[in-house]
Nanobody, 126 residues
Framework: QVQLVESGGRSVQTGGSLRLSCAAS????????VAWFRQAPGKEREFVAH????????????YYADSVKGRFTISRDNAKSTVYLQMNSLKPEDTAVYYC???????????????WGQGTQVTVSE
């Protein structure tokens, strides 16, 4: 069993930066892919970023939604069982509740992930 807790969301102005954290408990977390998703009011939950797992401590495969590519960076620290999402050059359209998710076969779809956090609110104002 894996439990996920997100933190770091708050209100910022356009162009600002935030770092979200996803802290996990559970022995298997470090061997799962992890992703960040987001959901804005009235919209479906959408993929943001993914990080794989690896036996190497120096390389993890990552990929991003086109809308955040070049602005957001996902990383993981398995020693802390934590995944991060560094968000730079934030825009009002980034406003959403951000969720982290983990699962043995996770890729870009919501239904591929087994474990979810409760979400953290990010609000970007003009």
């Amino acid at each position: 069993q894996v439990q996920l807790v997100e933190s770091g969301g708050r209100s910022v102005q356009t162009g600002g930066s935030l770092r979200l954290s996803c802290a996990a408990s559970g022995r298997t977390f470090n061997s799962y892919p992890v992703a960040w998703f987001r959901q804005a009011p009235g919209k479906e939950r959408e993929f943001v970023a993914h990080i794989g797992w690896s036996t190497s401590i120096t390389y993890y495969r990552t990929y991003y939604a086109d809308s955040v590519k070049g602005r957001f960076t996902i990383s993981r620290d398995n020693a802390k069982s934590t995944v991060y999402l560094q968000m730079n050059s934030l825009k009002p359209e980034d406003t959403a509740v951000y969720y982290c998710a983990a699962g043995p076969r996770g890729d870009k779809r919501v239904d591929e992930y087994t474990y979810w956090g409760q979400g953290t609110q990010v609000t970007v104002s003009e």
